[in-house]
Nanobody
């Protein structure tokens, strides 16, 4: 059974940066696409970013493109989300997710494993 544990969330001021980490256990995920989603208060969970198994391909939501960077270290079985120039609209619970397949997907239902989430709050 795959377990995903996010860390790195917190309360920051607008303009600050945070780096989220997602550590996987149970089995190696070096052959799996992975992604980050977020759920703002009172809203649906939405796609943020995804990365291919090798890390060579990435995809971002338009709202974060140019500010966020997804990366992975397969030797550590860990995925990261570097978030820069944070603003109040980035406030959400951030979830790490893993697919059983290799292809990048943007839809929540395409992901098979989920972490418990980490809260990111940006004060304006």
């Amino acid at each position: 059974q795959v377990q995903l544990v996010e860390s790195g969330g917190g309360l920051v001021q607008a303009g600050a940066s945070l780096r989220l980490s997602c550590a996987a256990s149970g089995r190696t995920l070096s052959s799996n696409a992975m992604g980050w989603f977020r759920q703002p208060p009172g809203k649906e969970r939405e796609f943020v970013a995804a990365i291919s198994p090798s890390g060579g391909n990435t995809y971002y939501a338009s709202s974060v493109k140019g500010r966020f960077t997804i990366s992975r270290d397969n030797a550590k079985n860990t995925v990261y989300l570097q978030m820069n120039s944070l603003n109040a609209e980035d406030t959400a619970v951030y979830y790490c997710a893993a697919r059983s397949g290799q292809a990048i997907r943007l839809v929540r239902s395409e992901y098979d494993y989920w972490g418990q989430g980490t809260q990111v709050t940006v004060s304006s």
